[in-house]
């Protein structure tokens, strides 16, 4: 599964998913976005959210600046493989949402197997910022995903949410490039709360309806923040 400094290198395909990570002391930013194009000695990546990335307050974002990356690719028999190196960013275009990588020669990589198995049964921990209300009622709560399955999320809640409560989830994927900034939308239902500790539960939630779209999005964000 796991290979150090792969001899295979990735074919750095277009509209593969990146997560660049750029550390500064004790504070790091995570990136994501995916490849535009490529050439012999750069990647180039394109961002949708590089404006908000630029404008933080925690890490400097500039050319010459070190990155490691993380790229999530699908191979030709149908597996998909997480590579992972160090790379240095060569430019940035923020105008057009474009961080110009240079093409690294080492790899590290980890095999996820089958995609089609993938998706009808995964189940990996995962952080993602959420929104999330009970279907007809105003009130929206921001959260975090504790998990991501094939068949749900799940969230730690500071109460228990009654089984069979049908809850609006808002998500914003940062990689995918989303049209007059439209949050993507999904419905589940509560299978659980478990308590963990006092004033903590892990709310288990079963997809209702779900794009099969988004649920490639989420499996694809899933994977790009697993650890190789």
Do not use: C
């Not at 550390?23 to 930013?29: P, Q, V």
Request: hydrophobic share 35%; net charge neutral.
């Amino acid at each position: 599964m796991f290979g150090l400094f792969s001899k295979k290198e990735p074919s750095f395909a277009e509209e593969s998913p990146i997560k660049m990570t750029i550390i500064e002391a004790d504070k790091w930013i995570d990136i994501y976005g995916y490849i535009e194009k490529t050439d012999k000695g750069s990647i180039q990546v394109y961002v949708p959210l590089l404006s908000q990335y630029m404008s933080n307050n925690l890490v400097p974002i500039t050319p010459e600046k070190s990155t490691n990356v993380n790229l999530l690719e699908a191979q030709k028999d149908g597996t998909v493989k997480l590579f992972n190196f160090d790379s240095l960013i060569k430019d940035i275009i923020l105008a057009e949402k474009r961080i110009i990588l240079e093409k690294p020669s080492k790899f590290r990589e980890k095999s996820f197997g089958k995609i089609k198995d993938l998706l009808s049964n995964f189940d990996l921990e995962v952080e993602m910022e959420i929104e999330y209300n009970a279907l007809g009622v105003p009130h929206t709560q921001k959260g975090k995903t504790h998990r991501i399955f094939h068949n749900g999320i799940s969230l730690f809640t500071s109460i228990p949410i009654p089984p069979k409560t049908i809850i609006e989830v808002s998500v914003r994927i940062p990689h995918i490039e989303y049209i007059e900034k439209k949050k993507d939308k999904f419905t589940v239902s509560v299978l659980e709360s478990k308590q963990i500790e006092k004033k903590k539960f892990e709310t288990v939630l079963n997809f209702e309806k779900i794009e099969e779209s988004l649920k490639k999005y989420l499996l694809e964000y899933s994977l790009v923040n697993q650890k190789v």
